[in-house]
């Protein structure tokens, strides 16, 4: 997919990958463009992350090569590099990526950790948050730049989870996020640490379900106050052969209060292949106002690269359906 495809979806905004972006690019092609809303030619509202969580990702895991102090994170990209990733470093780059809303640098919360090692990430969380709002003072004043966004650790511990909110909250943001891996060991939703979160944000803090969700956990989390979310799956399920369906005939009659109100659509079952209807009579995307069942079936059992591409701009386009039922709060209201 590229940018006008996203547009055309009518998805409120994007999100980009401090990470990748700092490992791939650096910092001269970025402010050469002036910023990477230019680069990408994309003029809707765009959230940059941390970085942390793939930092964490790779350098936590069992085969991972690097170090988490309170320092920051070293890894290794390749077997002659090394880069050392800052709190400073991560909020450095990106306001130079000129987004419109920032991540501070967590260290995330395995979900496997004890009580102790979760205490652990907490406290550093703290401490690097701190780091990076003094680092973004240096640039803003709070409220007069891109908002600033504090994340949430602490995993299953509740106290934890409160613990690390109030002390964010004390250092000042713009809203928190709800970090870590939100299942629980149960392969559950977690929702208690998404309230404990909401219950201890100020009144006027915005709330960002980060890696947030499936249709039904975003719902959830909107009515407990959250306004933003930004999740791989509507893209990546695409890729797999796995569609969002609204289950009503149109737009108008879809009811997010339903028990089920979607299911998953899998076009290569032996009985779509002759089916000459869209996807969904309740979507108005590229592939369900000019493709068929048939047609798309016939294009994963070839395997061709088409397939994916509308099927991401149908699974995007249900998810920017599922924001205007909410009321489009974390595109219009929120994002400037």
């Known amino acids: 997919m590229d940018s006008l495809d996203i547009v055309n979806t009518q998805t409120p905004g994007v999100l980009v990958n401090t990470y990748h972006l700092y490992r791939e690019l650096g910092g001269g092609l970025i402010k050469k463009f002036g910023g990477v809303r230019k680069f990408m030619n994309f003029d809707g509202p765009i959230i940059s992350d941390s970085g942390g969580f793939q930092l964490m990702s790779l350098v936590k895991s069992k085969n991972g090569k690097g170090k988490v102090s309170d320092i920051g994170i070293s890894f290794y990209p390749s077997k ?77 511990y509740g106290d934890l989870r409160k613990y690390c909110a109030v002390k964010l909250a004390e250092i000042g943001f713009d809203g928190l996020g709800y970090g870590g891996w939100p299942i629980d060991e149960n392969n559950n939703f977690d929702y208690r640490s998404a309230e404990i979160i909401a219950e201890c944000a100020p009144d006027d803090y915005l709330l960002y379900g980060l890696g947030v969700g499936k249709p ?121």
Not at 106 to 115: C, E, I, V
Not at 256 to 283: G, M, R, T
Request: charged share 30%; net charge positive.
């Open 80 to 156: 002659k590099r090394k880069i050392l990733f800052t709190p400073e470093k991560s909020i450095d780059y990106q306001i130079k990526l000129k987004t419109d809303l920032i991540v501070v640098l967590d260290d995330f919360t395995p979900p496997t950790a004890s009580y102790d090692e979760a205490k652990v990430t907490v406290e550093r969380t703290i401490k690097w948050a701190k780091r990076c709002r003094e680092t973004y003072d240096k640039y803003y004043k709070l409220g007069d730049g891109p908002y600033l966004i504090g994340v949430v650790q602490g995993g299953k």
């Open 216 to 336: 039904h956990e975003i719902v959830n989390l909107h009515k407990m106050g959250y306004q933003i979310f930004d999740c791989v799956l509507p893209t990546r399920d695409a890729r797999h052969e796995r569609l969002y369906v609204y289950n009503e005939n149109s737009v108008k009659n879809i009811e997010l209060n339903d028990d089920k109100f979607y299911s998953y659509y899998v076009p290569s079952k032996q009985k779509n292949y002759l089916l000459n209807e869209p996807i969904s009579y309740a979507c108005d995307c590229l592939l369900c106002k000019n493709y068929s069942k048939a047609y798309l079936a016939h294009l994963f059992r070839i395997n061709d690269i088409s397939a994916m591409r509308l099927a991401s701009i149908h699974n995007l386009r249900f998810y920017s359906i599922l924001m205007e039922k909410l009321g489009r709060v974390a595109g219009d209201k929120y994002i400037k």
